[in-house]
């Protein structure tokens, strides 16, 4: 792998408010095979804040719609602390208007959750692209 990674695997953070989507990505990162690793999930924006520290991740996959504060909101926390963070934004429907609003904040790439098998592809590309 290149990048500064050494050859180790991608470390992911989850965020989602909804426990069966957390267990669903955990699921397919932990099928990926070696290039990545489920560091660990969240289901708030602060519980995500919190584990930038404990779980020390290489690109978070984030929620777009979550209560209290939003992926887009969340993702400008997690950048003011780990400013690069690549960070995937997850969400039902991914359309011009989601990606100027990620753009704006600073979130490095969009996928409709009707993707989700790429996932492990793009976490490797993003945390290869810094």
């Not at 520290?53 to 777009?64: G, H």
């Not at 979550?66 to 993702?75: H, I, K, Q, S």
């Amino acid at each position: 792998m290149t990048g500064g990674r050494s050859h180790r695997p991608v470390r992911v953070l989850v965020v989602d408010d909804h426990a069966d989507v957390r267990f669903l990505v955990r699921a397919i990162l932990q099928d990926a095979g070696p290039a990545v690793e489920h560091a660990g999930e969240a289901a708030t924006a602060d519980e995500a804040v919190a584990a930038l520290e404990t779980v020390s991740p290489d690109v978070v996959v984030l929620d777009a719609r979550m209560p209290a504060v939003d992926g887009f909101e969340a993702a400008a926390m997690l950048l003011e602390r780990r400013p690069g963070l690549p960070i995937l934004l997850c969400s039902a429907v991914v359309d011009d208007e989601i990606r100027r609003r990620a753009e704006a904040v600073g979130i490095a790439a969009c996928l409709s959750k009707d993707h989700f098998e790429a996932i492990p592809r793009m976490v490797v590309e993003l945390a290869d692209g810094r």
